[in-house]
């Protein structure tokens, strides 16, 4: 099958590759492009692992053709922060033991971002809620919604001292 | 999980994608937001040469209202069904509906359009669709015509609509009175064990009018009639909502499967079913 010509914006950098349009958009990120935050999880749209933002909205990246992705704004773990510059919310995952293994980690961050632009002051409820689509196998939760609370109180907090 | 190959396209209106559907004839199949789709052709039970995207297509999207007529367009994602304050406004039990449709990432993508169109008896929008007394708008090479929600599913992935065709919009009236969505799940992002849609006007203590359809109870989404009338001219009593559930589980036929043998099923249709009237009433 004739592969196709993709553009898209990743991580505020403009990237082109070939891929044939069946690709999913984790494929194409993690082997076309090199960009191994997001991860396979269940492959199957429930876990959450490969959550990346596409145009403002969080998506699993397993249940995106790349053809679908053509000409979308992608953001991933890696847009958020890294090693020397962590995000807020990476911050307050490590400070409240958000994760264990870490597997579900990005996917959980990516989709955790997007909730905060949406919700910046959310509940407890509002938080469980917005994270159901990602599944955690470790920690139980409780701590993923402290480090999510505690990143919003953090922004808001930088917000208010920016003014 | 990778599906077969296909040949992709992204037409850029109605006219253009009904065109490539009826070239391409049944190796062919639009995607909206994919997330019935997608999982299917993972796991090779459908299996395509050719997908027609839809996303391009403005004529596809946004919420109309006017003089109480509610008009959607199918690529419409659940999400925006969420965040709409206008229909919030005129029909909340869209917003009740949507939030408990699978999680925050499929609501962005899945649209009104797929869950309807599908025929998946699983999806939560058929079944409110018939109790909003719903119009589907179909596109095909002979022109536009449109059916009634009640009318359109004929069996599990079956419906009205011909394989030339394109479901575009959805319409009803402004539902009045009191309006609940009540779904049972297992978890975050499966299909109802039992779901209820109730919408019910009342003037003072007595019920003007009523209507009642059931999810993922049968092949197809449930209306019936005889539950709604059940009610109408009631105070909703413990003998006319009785009556009106005995209606409703008549009309089901719910198949065992992993989520609980038929006994069980009809307990919790019964259940959910009951709890949906009192809050529409308590609502209305």
């Known amino acids: ?163 | 999980m990778i599906p077969g190959a296909f040949e992709y396209h992204r037409p850029e209106s109605v006219g253009a994608a009904v065109k490539l559907l009826a070239e391409l004839g049944e190796e062919s199949r639009v995607i909206a937001g994919g997330h019935s789709l997608i999982p299917m052709m993972k796991l090779r039970m459908a299996d395509l040469s050719h997908l027609i995207d839809l996303q391009k297509i403005d004529d596809l999207k946004g919420i109309r209202i006017e003089g109480g007529r509610i008009t959607i367009g199918a690529m419409t994602t659940q999400h925006e069904l969420i965040t709409n304050a206008a229909l919030q406004d005129a029909a909340p039990i869209l917003r009740e509906a949507a939030l408990q449709i699978a999680d925050p990432q499929v609501r962005y993508v899945g649209t009104l359009g797929g869950n309807v169109a599908n025929g998946d008896p699983g999806n939560d929008m058929p079944g409110l669709m018939q109790c909003l007394d719903a119009s589907f708008t179909l596109v095909g090479p002979d022109g536009e015509r449109q059916v009634a929600a009640r009318d359109f599913y004929e069996a599990a992935y079956f419906t009205a609509r011909a394989d030339e065709e394109i479901l575009t919009a959805v319409s009803f009236d402004a539902p009045q009175g009191g309006y609940a969505y009540e779904k049972q799940k297992r978890k975050i992002g499966d299909y109802a064990t039992a779901a209820a849609a109730v919408l019910i006007a009342r003037d003072g203590d007595r019920c003007t009018a009523a209507s009642i359809a059931m999810t993922n109870l049968a092949d197809t989404p449930t209306y019936s009639a005889e539950a709604g009338a059940a009610l109408v001219g009631s105070g909703l009593d413990d003998e006319a909502v009785k009556a009106a559930v005995t209606a409703a589980l008549s009309a089901i036929e719910p198949a065992e499967d992993n989520r609980g043998p038929v006994e069980f099923k009809m307990h919790v249709a019964g259940v959910i079913l009951r709890r949906a009237i009192d809050r529409a009433w308590s609502r209305a």
């Open chain 1, 1 to 163: 099958m004739a592969k196709t010509h993709l553009k898209m914006t990743v991580n505020g950098q403009a990237v082109e590759t070939l891929a044939e349009p069946r690709e999913l958009l984790i494929h194409v990120l993690r082997e076309k492009l090199g960009i191994k935050g997001p991860h396979i999880g269940c492959e199957t749209s429930h876990c959450g692992a490969c959550t990346v933002d596409m145009d403002g909205k969080s998506v699993k990246a397993c249940t995106v053709f790349a053809a679908q992705a053509d000409g979308a704004d992608v953001t991933t773990i890696e847009g958020l922060g890294g090693p020397d510059n962590l995000h807020v919310l990476q911050e307050m995952f490590r400070e409240h033991h958000g994760l264990q293994c870490g597997y579900c980690t990005p996917g959980m961050i990516t989709r955790a971002h997007r909730l905060l632009q949406e919700n910046p002051n959310p509940s407890e409820e509002e938080v469980r809620f917005g994270m159901a689509g990602n599944l955690c196998r470790c920690t139980g939760y409780q701590n993923i919604v402290k480090a999510i609370l505690a990143a919003a109180a953090e922004m808001a907090a930088a917000k208010e001292a920016a003014q």
